[in-house]
């Protein structure tokens, strides 16, 4: 009688520890969490004022931005005002004003809760010196005011791609009548809580 015991029970051995790697995986796989980067582009559209009168002039943009991104270990809710004083208009379409920059990333993993929201909120800045100066001023529509001269239309959705950072999310930000874009992409990068 015992003998069979011990030997159910040593069976029984072999089993328990080929589960354990299986228990330590699910584990890990509920430990997996996210953390975002936002990277910013700013292009003109072909038609733009400043690709047709101002090739190789020098300007500066800035321009606010509303980020909310809460999660239970990290909440981030502010504006940022990122500026680029030292832009040179390219000398044809489809070269961007600015090239791709790191604007904001979270230092901390936290559970997925989706993407932080993220507004272009405001465009300013000039072109040029002298008479041929262009001035942009764009901002968003609000209720109760007139349309801005220069509309800024936030939140126009993207596809979504992957290149050297890994998969990203984008939305654009476009001026009505200066013709520029601010290009958001959003990385969800994972981690490991």
Not at 129 to 149: F, K
Not at 176 to 190: A, E, M, Q, T, W
Request: hydrophobic fraction near 40%; glycine fraction near 10%.
């Amino acid at each position: 009688m015992r003998f069979r015991t011990l030997c159910r029970l040593l069976a029984l051995v072999p089993v328990g520890f080929g589960l354990a790697p299986l228990g330590q995986a699910l584990g890990a796989a509920a430990e997996l969490g996210v953390r975002h980067r936002i990277d910013v582009m700013v292009s003109a559209e072909p038609d733009a004022p400043i690709l047709s009168r101002l090739m190789g002039a020098k300007g500066e943009l800035s321009f606010t931005i509303r980020l909310s991104a809460n999660s239970k270990e990290s909440k981030f809710f502010g504006m940022l005002r990122p500026s680029f004083p030292d832009i040179v208009v390219p000398d044809g379409p489809g070269k961007p004003l600015v090239g791709q920059t790191k604007l904001w990333e979270e230092d901390v993993c936290h559970q997925r809760r989706g993407l932080p929201k993220v507004t272009v909120t405001q465009l300013g800045g000039h072109f040029a010196e002298g008479e041929g100066r262009i001035e942009i001023s764009a901002i968003n529509r609000h209720i109760g005011l007139l349309v801005p001269p220069d509309e800024l239309t936030p939140g126009i959705k993207l596809d979504q791609g992957s290149d050297s950072f890994g998969l990203f999310y984008a939305s654009r930000a476009q001026t009505r009548n200066s013709r520029l874009n601010v290009d958001l992409k959003i990385y969800p990068i994972d981690c490991f809580l």
